[in-house]
């Protein structure tokens, strides 16, 4: 990749094509395709900077970036001329002083979020604590877009499993939920993040509760088959497994297994997962061991269709179905795995006594 100036305004940068130029007159995002092309923002004095500055907004908005250093590079540009816009006090009004501010604590918000993306924590944190206070400033402590920024500044500047991160996010969830209520996106957000927490420092139980909350409003808010939604059920599963309560963790697997056949197809590796995951409760925690190997099978086949026979994850689902008919002592079954999967003969002495009859199930 080419190295760039991302100097402050007067420096010009090109990577992968995607030219950035920057200059006391002009910023201009020339993109590839033309998408965003020519869409411009005058640094200049006067109305016509009035008039451009949304230019630049969209610019930012419409800007097909994929690269995520690309991106953050494009959005440092463009926090820099909307920090240079305010710079020349020309907005006489403070209606227009304020929207120019949250303009750029928007910008401040994209670009940590970016930074965040790309792993950048401490970056991250630096623009999403200016964001943070600058809405705090502007809207209030409660509003929607300072408790959403904050939770982003949260994640970034605490580990999964600090006790202060469940402190932060609890807090950050009774305030969420008092001003806003308890189906906005944020606070549905929030108690997302506080279930995974807990999860993770072994509060299982709580966790488990807070997911249920959480649940409650996706369905109402996003519905049943929105990505988060789904997401929420199959953290509901893992949690209930690790209580070892399997039938509650078999109806929250059954239940995002549905919505992603209804939503992607049954074959797709959301699907497929799901229908993995509801095959090893058959087999190690309910000890239905015939639906275990029907399930294995099924889930087989969709995995050798879609990813092929070298792909990782079917090559675990043969190994647990070769290891669950081998178990049960069923030479046929295994016999038949072994066939397609070879290499499976050499994993286990237990699967050469199946089959050659030394091995009976005790």
Known sequence: MPKSNDGGIGGAMNVNGYTILDDKNANILGLQGGQAANLASRIAPGKRLKSNVPK?????????FKDKEI???????????????LSY???????????????????????????????????????????????????????????????????CTTWNIDKDRVEKLTDLVKR??????????????????????????????????????????QEAVLGKHHKDTLKTLNDLGNVNLGMKKHDEALDYFKRAKKGWESVLGKLSQKALGLFMDIAIVYHTGTKEWEKAEVAYLECLNGYEETLGKDHQDTKNCAKNFANLVAYAAKKKPLQAIVERYPWLIHDQPLFHNVMNGTYTYP
């Open 56 to 64: 630049l907004k969209a610019a930012a908005k419409e800007c097909p």
């Open 71 to 85: 991106c953050m590079v494009a959005r440092r540009r463009i926090l820099r001329v909307l920090e240079e816009v």
């Open 89 to 155: 006090n020309l907005f006489t009004e403070e209606k227009e002083r304020t929207a120019r501010r949250l303009e750029m604590y928007d910008a401040c918000f994209e670009l940590g979020r970016a930074c965040n993306q790309a792993r950048n924590h401490e970056e991250a944190a630096k623009y999403l604590k200016k964001a943070r206070n600058g809405y705090e400033e502007e809207l209030g402590r409660d509003s929607e877009k300072t408790l959403e920024v904050t939770l982003g500044y949260i994640l």
């Open 176 to 217: 969420a939920e008092t001003s806003l209520g308890p189906e906005k996106v944020v606070t549905l957000g929030s108690l997302s993040q506080l279930g995974t927490c807990l999860h993770g420092n072994g509060n299982f139980k709580e966790a488990g509760k807070v997911w249920e909350r959480c649940l409650a409003g």
